[in-house]
C-alpha cells in the first residue's frame, strides 16, 4: 500500500514560544491555498493527547482580534544548501571540471555545476550527464556511492557539440570510466551565475540539490580559467578562487565545510586539500 503524504495548505508559526501579559506575539502564516485565504483564532489548550488511550484533544476558546477569515500569501523560504558565484564575466565554450562524492546517487536528477541552462550533473539514474535546456546528453553508467569521481563536462554554444564523462578516482571500487559525445542544442547562453551542488529556477529559489561532496571545481572558457578551493576561509561563506580572475563565491545555507577530501587516506586528522560536504535537503514552497 503506498501512503502519499498531503502538501499542507496553510503553514503558520509564532514569533516566541513564551510571552508575558500584555506582550505582544507575532504570527507568521504562509497560505498555499490558491483562495489565499485562511481562518484564525485562539485556544485555550486543555489536553493535546490524541494517542489512542489518550482523553483526545480538549481546547477552549478564546475571544481575541485575529478571530475571522484572512488574506494570506505564500510565503517562501529557499531551502537546501549550496555555492554560488555572480556577476561572471560573458563565457562561449566551456570546459567544467569537479570531483564529485554522491551519497545518494539515483535518487533523482542532482545538479553539480550550473550556468543557467547548462548543467552539470547526475541524472535520474546517478550517472554523469549533461543537460542542455531540455536535452540531455548522458554517460549511462551510475556512479558508484560514496566514493568519488572525476566528472568533466564541454559544451560549445556556436555548434552544440557536447561530451562528458566520468572517471572512479583509484580506492576499492573497479568502476569504469564512461564517457558520451553527441549534440546538443546550440545557442544556449550561459547565466552570469555558477552554481554548485544546486540549479537556480527563480531569483532565490532553487531546486535538484546534491547530496554528497564536492571538490576542486573548474571552468574553463577561453581566456578565463577558474579554480575554486573549498579548503581556504573556512569558517567564513566565502569560496575562494586562486586563479589571477579573483571569482570569489559564497555559500548558501550553511553547507559543511572540513571534511574529509578526496586526499583522505583514512589518518586523523585528515590530509592536505578538504572538500565542501552539502545535505540534499529537498527545496518546497511550503518552507517558512
Known amino acids: 500500500m503506498t501512503i502519499r503524504a498531503e502538501t499542507p495548505q496553510i503553514m503558520g508559526y509564532v514569533d516566541a514560544l513564551t510571552a508575558r501579559p500584555g506582550e505582544r506575539v507575532t504570527v507568521r502564516v504562509s497560505v498555499l491555498d490558491p483562495s489565499r485565504r485562511y481562518r484564525a483564532g485562539l485556544v485555550r489548550l486543555i489536553c493535546g493527547e490524541t494517542g489512542p488511550k489518550g482523553p483526545g484533544l480538549k481546547e477552549e476558546r478564546v475571544p481575541s482580534a485575529i478571530d475571522g477569515e484572512h488574506t494570506g500569501v505564500e510565503q517562501y523560504t529557499d531551502v537546501g544548501s549550496y555555492a554560488?558565484?555572480?556577476?561572471?564575466?560573458?563565457?562561449?565554450?566551456l570546459a567544467l571540471e569537479i570531483?564529485?562524492?554522491?551519497?545518494?546517487?539515483?535518487?533523482g536528477v542532482q545538479t553539480i555545476m550550473a550556468l543557467g541552462?547548462?548543467?552539470?550533473?547526475l541524472d535520474a539514474s546517478g550517472a554523469a550527464a549533461l543537460f542542455v535546456g531540455d536535452q540531455i546528453l548522458s554517460t549511462g553508467r551510475p556512479l558508484r556511492r560514496r566514493c568519488w569521481h572525476r566528472l568533466?563536462?564541454?559544451?560549445?554554444?556556436?555548434?552544440?557539440?557536447?561530451?562528458?564523462?566520468?572517471?572512479?578516482?583509484p580506492g576499492l571500487h573497479a568502476d569504469r570510466a564512461a564517457e558520451a559525445n553527441g549534440t546538443l542544442a546550440?545557442?544556449?547562453?550561459?547565466?552570469?551565475?555558477?552554481?554548485f551542488a544546486a540549479e537556480r529556477v527563480a531569483p532565490g529559489r532553487t531546486t535538484r540539490h546534491f547530496e554528497g561532496?564536492?571538490?576542486a571545481p573548474s571552468l574553463v572558457s577561453g581566456e578565463l580559467s577558474a579554480h575554486w578551493d573549498f579548503s581556504r576561509g573556512i569558517g567564513t561563506r566565502q569560496i575562494e578562487d586562486r586563479s589571477r580572475h579573483g571569482l570569489h563565491g559564497e555559500t548558501v545555507n550553511a553547507p559543511k565545510r572540513a571534511v574529509t577530501g578526496s586526499r583522505w587516506d583514512g589518518a586523523i586528522p585528515p590530509i592536505t586539500r578538504r572538500s565542501i560536504s552539502i545535505p540534499m535537503i529537498s527545496t518546497t514552497p511550503a518552507g517558512l
Do not use: F
Open 213 to 215: 561532496k564536492l571538490e
Open 152 to 169: 568533466n563536462a564541454a559544451y560549445d554554444p556556436a555548434t552544440g557539440v557536447a561530451k562528458v564523462s566520468s572517471i572512479p578516482l
Open 117 to 121: 541552462p547548462v548543467r552539470l550533473a
Open 84 to 93: 554560488l558565484v555572480e556577476n561572471l564575466p560573458p563565457l562561449g565554450t
Open 99 to 107: 570531483l564529485a562524492w554522491p551519497s545518494l546517487p539515483g535518487a
Open 186 to 195: 546550440p545557442g544556449m547562453a550561459c547565466d552570469g551565475t555558477l552554481l
